[in-house]
Nanobody, 128 residues
Framework: QVQLVESGGGLVQAGGSLRLSCAASGRTFGRYAMGWFRQAPGKEREFVAAISWSGGATSYADSVKGRFALSRDNAKNTVVLQMNSLKPEDTAVYYC?????????????????????WGQGTQVTVSS
């Protein structure tokens, strides 16, 4: 079973950048599509970005497109979310998640119910 641990959150001013990492344990990490989600206080958890098992396909929420970039290194069992031009509305707890479905591993999906392995989350706060 893969376990996920996020890191890299913190406090940053608007316009700044943060780099979130998701470290995975387990030999099957490289077979899974991965995603990042976020949840702001009082709001539902929402899709941010996703990447296929090979890294060949990525998708982003419209709200972060052009500002965030998702990549993975299967040899190091890591997924990295580079966040640039941060805005106060990006403030949330960010979660890394894995979709263990073999069929879906070749694509990306924003559907939260497809992800069955979750990290504990890391707080991102963007001040204005």
């Amino acid at each position: 079973q893969v376990q996920l641990v996020e890191s890299g959150g913190g406090l940053v001013q608007a316009g700044g950048s943060l780099r979130l990492s998701c470290a995975a344990s387990g030999r099957t990490f490289g077979r899974y599509a991965m995603g990042w989600f976020r949840q702001a206080p009082g709001k539902e958890r929402e899709f941010v970005a996703a990447i296929s098992w090979s890294g060949g396909a990525t998708s982003y929420a419209d709200s972060v497109k052009g500002r965030f970039a998702l990549s993975r290194d299967n040899a190091k069992n890591t997924v990295v979310l580079q966040m640039n031009s941060l805005k106060p509305e990006d403030t949330a707890v960010y979660y890394c998640a894995a979709d263990s479905s073999y069929i879906r591993s070749f694509t990306t999906t924003p559907r939260i119910s497809n992800y069955d392995i979750w990290g504990q989350g890391t707080q991102v706060t963007v001040s204005s």
